[in-house]
């Protein structure tokens, strides 16, 4: 039955409306895959000699900050892994056991990239461990212990999924006692150590996370099979509806209607809420960069690069879904007399207006100096006058639908992933390019001057380039249509 499983999804991939796409993300995708795998298999190599020559014992410093590997890896799988996600229901009109279905959903989970990216790392370091002469049996254990955990993670963020209330209060503990080690006011990993250590040392002890991703992949399969189900699992939740008319809205007419229909969208589901929450997370992506740690504060592309992250979070976001977030119900929206041109500007005033709040939130990073805050501000212009234009055409070529109501586990509802990523590259290498260039061969305001004509520029031209988009999405138009009706 397995074999009939991947025989079916192979065929929905190469089927899909979406290939053309989805085949060059794929590309980037493997090409990014083999950046991470090179970096972790150098590092795996590299970190014994490393510590070696810092007067570390490299062994017991991996073993004491393992347990920020793991929270890390579990932060990372929570808003980038996606959840087994199937053409659930018309296989339950079908003779197939649910056991089966549940146990193949959960096995594409297990052979993710983010369970053997870790192999590339603990592999080698592994090795290096037993070229220096750590019995062999005891390395083994060690090793069989670490992807019990890595594993345990795998199931604990399935049902995590489905807990945000639980994640983010453990990721603030977890965060604080992150900084109380900094500030030397509590050492969590006095107390976790000794565990990583005892799975080299105990040979029965390594057996104990084995044991345990067992136990989380049991719950992980009762939760899947409990929900299985369309009245319950599959089904959209009902609330008691709440009217919200917006009224200031009507004056901006049509425009105003689309801005009320996307304020609601976002207030009403979580996914497009979500992007709300990522664009409050990059606020403060600015932090690793201007914070004056070595290497990074250095690096003029990598500062403009903060400072389109801090004002874009919604915009990159957001963004990159457009029309995706109306896929339920496009088919209805194009058959209605309805401007192309005034259902993308709505969407584009919706970018603008919560970029210019981010950047007004952002002015905590006048603490850094005017130049650091100055970044920021030349990044959200470049952002409203080239980068929400840029969004925008990438959506017209956009043929994956999303279901704002799926429920998590059985649908795709993460609002932060590494297609969304690789979409943003070409929207952050420009604003590099030109921020260096300035610099190099000028000055520091030079540099900025470059990128904010640029936007300024992005945003003069704002008619010519709406229509230019306009006639994109009219060319496409039956297409996404078409692509909108496949529930693959």
């Known amino acids: ?175 604080g006692c992150g900084i109380a080690q900094y500030y030397k006011v509590f050492d969590v990993t006095i107390y976790t150590a000794p565990f990583f250590e005892g799975l080299y040392k105990t040979s029965y002890l390594a057996i104990l996370p084995i044991v345990i991703a067992a136990a989380w992949y049991y719950f992980a399969f009762k939760f899947f099979k409990n929900n299985l189900n369309l009245d319950e699992g599959l089904a959209t939740k009902s609330a008691v509806a709440k009217t919200e008319n917006f009224n200031w809205l009507n004056q901006f007419g049509t425009l105003g209607t689309f801005l009320k229909n996307d304020i609601k969208m976002i207030k009403r589901n979580k996914r497009p809420r979500g992007t709300i929450l990522a664009s409050a997370v990059f606020l403060f992506y600015g932090l690793l960069f201007f914070n004056k740690v070595e290497g990074f504060n250095h690096n003029v592309g990598m500062q403009i690069f903060a400072g389109i992250f801090v004002s874009g979070g919604f915009l990159l976001n957001f963004g990159q879904f457009v029309p995706s977030w109306d896929s339920s119900y496009y088919q209805l929206m194009m058959s209605q007399n309805i401007q192309y041109k005034e259902y993308l500007s709505s969407k584009w005033w919706l970018m603008v207006i919560v970029t210019l709040i981010s950047t007004v939130l952002a002015s905590f990073y006048l603490y850094f100096g005017w130049h650091t805050y100055l970044l920021i501000v030349v990044g959200a212009i470049y952002n409203i006058g080239v980068n929400s234009h840029m969004v925008l055409l990438g959506g017209a070529y956009n043929k994956t639908p999303i279901d704002i109501t799926a429920r998590k586990g059985f649908g795709d509802r993460q609002s932060f992933d590494v297609k969304t990523m690789l979409i943003a590259i070409p929207k952050l290498l420009v604003p590099m390019v030109l921020y260096a260039i300035g610099t190099a061969v000028f000055n520091d305001n030079i540099g900025l001057l470059f990128v904010a004509v640029a936007g300024v520029l992005g945003f003069a031209f704002r008619g010519k380039v709406f229509n230019w988009i306009e006639k994109i999405y009219k060319t496409e138009k039956y297409a996404t249509i078409a692509a909108y009706k496949q529930k693959n």
């Open 1 to 175: 039955m397995f074999k009939h499983f991947i025989v079916l999804e192979w065929k929905s991939f190469f089927r899909s409306a979406s290939f053309g796409t989805n085949l060059v993300l794929k590309v980037f995708m493997v090409l990014l895959a083999l950046y991470f795998m090179a970096m972790f298999l150098g590092l795996g190599f590299g970190i014994f000699p490393m510590l070696e020559d810092m007067g570390l014992n490299p062994f017991t410093t991996v073993n004491k900050y393992l347990v920020y590997y793991f929270v890390f890896d579990l932060v990372i799988r929570f808003f980038m892994q996606k959840m087994p996600v199937m053409n659930i229901r018309p296989l339950l009109a079908l003779p197939i056991k649910r056991n089966t279905i549940v146990h193949f959903a959960l096995a594409k989970t297990s052979i993710s990239f983010f369970n053997l990216l870790h192999a590339f790392f603990f592999i080698p370091f592994s090795i290096m461990l037993v070229l220096n002469h750590y019995p062999l049996p005891n390395v083994i254990l060690w090793h069989l212990g670490i992807f019990g955990i890595i594993y345990a993670n795998n199931f604990i963020n399935i049902l995590l999924n489905n807990k945000d209330s639980i994640f983010y209060p453990i990721l603030a503990v977890v965060i």
